[in-house]
């Protein structure tokens, strides 16, 4: 079988170029939005966002192929709270910019530190991760049921820090509670959405969170910057810009 590596990649023109190295051949492939449909028929989404780096390409994917949906932010993983509200309000102001409802539902942290009991120290990926998509997704498809909405999906995806297969695990299982009820497993890095998502991070100038949400992801991302020589997280401070920072 062909290797192909990919090299040098502009993202702001959204080309990639691939180099066969048997053929030293170069192509282009330009990586421009496809108009989505929803599957099996369905005419609307509640969509769960994480933040608005994360949300902000699966957004404009969706305003362009005219597709109606909600925002459902609901993340009481997210601490302290002084990051959950900065996070928050970014999402808030991406949503009103482009006329999207926005769904604000609790921040029931207790509940939260309760499910995660005994996890504390579980690495990035593992079990305390599944749970706490489990939780986010459950909410998710519950408010679906209880409002009209029989599709339900997640920006959650869309960053290359998380394990697909886990969230959709997560998201299908969630769904399976309710007959009605469809998890959309669409793949939003594709075709240059993970490159998007940090153009229009950049472009909004959005909150850069540098770590993942809860206290452990805190905790163990400073013990990992402290080890590495670096200063600890300051909160609030830290906003993408054209300087093309891809760190988070
Ligand atoms: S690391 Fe992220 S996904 Fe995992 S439990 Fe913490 S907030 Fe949730």
Redesign the pocket.
């Known amino acids: 079988m062909k290797t192909f590596h990919l090299i040098a990649i502009p993202y702001r023109i959204k080309t990639f170029t691939i180099l066969n190295p048997s053929l030293f051949i170069l192509f282009n492939m330009t990586l421009e939005r496809k108009k989505l449909e929803l599957p099996q028929g369905h005419n609307k989404l509640l969509l769960h966002s994480c933040c608005a780096p994360c949300s902000g390409e699966v957004m404009e994917t969706l305003i362009e192929s005219e597709i109606d949906f909600s925002i459902f932010f609901y993340n009481p ?1 997210i601490h302290p709270v002084k990051e959950y509200l900065i996070r928050k309000e970014e999402n808030i102001r991406f949503a009103e910019k482009h006329n999207i409802e926005f769904i604000d539902c609790d921040y029931d942290t207790d509940n939260w530190f309760a499910r995660a009991k005994g996890m504390e120290n579980e690495p ?1 990926k593992g079990i ?2 599944t749970m ?2 489990d939780m986010r997704f459950e909410r998710t498809a519950l408010y679906a049921y209880e409002h009209g909405f029989r599709l339900i999906s997640s920006s959650l995806g869309i960053s290359r820090w998380k394990d697909m297969q886990q969230i959709n695990g997560c998201g299908i299982r969630a769904a399976a509670h309710y007959p009605e009820i469809e998890y959309w497993d669409y793949n939003w890095r594709k075709n240059g959405g993970a490159h998007r998502m940090i153009e229009i991070s950049n472009r909004e100038e959005f909150y850069q969170q540098e770590y ?3 206290v ?2 805190l905790r163990d991302t400073n013990r990992w910057r402290m080890k590495n020589g670096r200063d600890r997280i300051k909160l609030g401070e830290k906003f993408y810009s054209n300087a093309m920072d891809e760190e988070h």
Request: glycine letters at 10%; charged letters at 20%; proline letters at 0%.
């Open positions: 993983n990035e305390r991760c706490c998509f993942c949400g809860c452990y992801s």
